[in-house]
């Protein structure tokens, strides 16, 4: 399983596109199989419309606004004097999007088998139940003080196989929580990558190939940061 993220500050563009037809009419059935109580209770186990997205991403964005709490990323720009990228900004970046996909040989999983491998993801991502540090390393104080005891809403959209046959779920949180703290994205990428792992062997599914290469096995401090100008994407790029 592969995982993919990505961050914004659209909320409702994230969740209509992930509802609409795709760039190649690959998606079909659009459904939330998992995520936080409040919005399971309402929108699980139907087709999810473009109407019930943008309500959806309303209730995944109303602690922020609530609370009036901002997340930035920083942006960063190519320097010719300096021969490397520089920051000359930031930007909104409360939308945190994960994309797991299945390679095309293993087929699909069930909307059940989907939901527990999710929910196993996001609390192991320390983004539901509280912070999770489940790898043997130190974390910065930094991580620390950015991650609160409390869950943030999050949810979990299917729309059936990518453009190259992938089965796959999109996972989208808000990186505040219900008590005004934020979510810590230090090293998620790193991290997603060996809560993956974790997941394919408890869950019984294919362990990535990519898993053996040299940025699977990194350390923390050498795996590369995850490109910082996220986009939205046609799932035939996962």
């Not at 409360?94 to 095309?104: F, G, I, N």
């Not at 609390?123 to 991650?147: C, H, I, N, R, V």
Request: hydrophobic share 35%; glycine share 6%; net charge negative.
């Amino acid at each position: 399983m592969i995982p993919h993220i990505s961050r914004s500050g659209h909320m409702i563009d994230l969740l209509v596109h992930l509802v609409g037809p795709g760039r190649y009419d690959e998606q079909s059935n659009p459904r939330l199989i998992a995520g936080s109580p409040d919005i399971t209770v309402l929108y699980a186990d139907e087709e999810i419309d473009v109407e019930n997205a943008r309500r959806i991403a309303r209730t995944l964005d109303q602690y922020g606004r609530f609370f009036d709490v901002a997340v930035m990323m920083p942006v960063m720009e190519w320097d010719e004097n300096l021969h490397r990228k520089v920051k000359v900004g930031t930007k909104p970046a409360h939308v945190w999007h994960c994309t797991l996909s299945l390679h095309p040989d293993e087929g699909k999983l069930t909307d059940d088998k989907w939901a527990y491998v999710t929910a196993d993801f996001v609390k192991q991502m320390g983004l539901d139940d509280g912070a999770t540090l489940p790898y043997d390393f130190e974390a910065p104080d930094s991580y620390w003080d950015m991650t609160g005891p409390a869950s943030c809403r999050w949810a979990a959209i299917r729309h059936g196989l990518s453009r190259n046959g992938n089965d796959h779920v999109h996972v989208v949180a808000n990186l505040v929580r219900m008590d005004a703290t934020k979510v810590s994205t230090w090293r998620d990428n790193w991290r997603s990558q060996q809560t993956v792992r974790r997941i394919e062997l408890a869950h019984g599914l294919r362990v990535s190939e990519s898993r053996n290469s040299k940025a699977a096995k990194a350390s923390p401090e050498e795996v590369p940061a995850v490109n910082p100008h996220p986009r939205l994407e046609s799932d035939d790029t996962r």
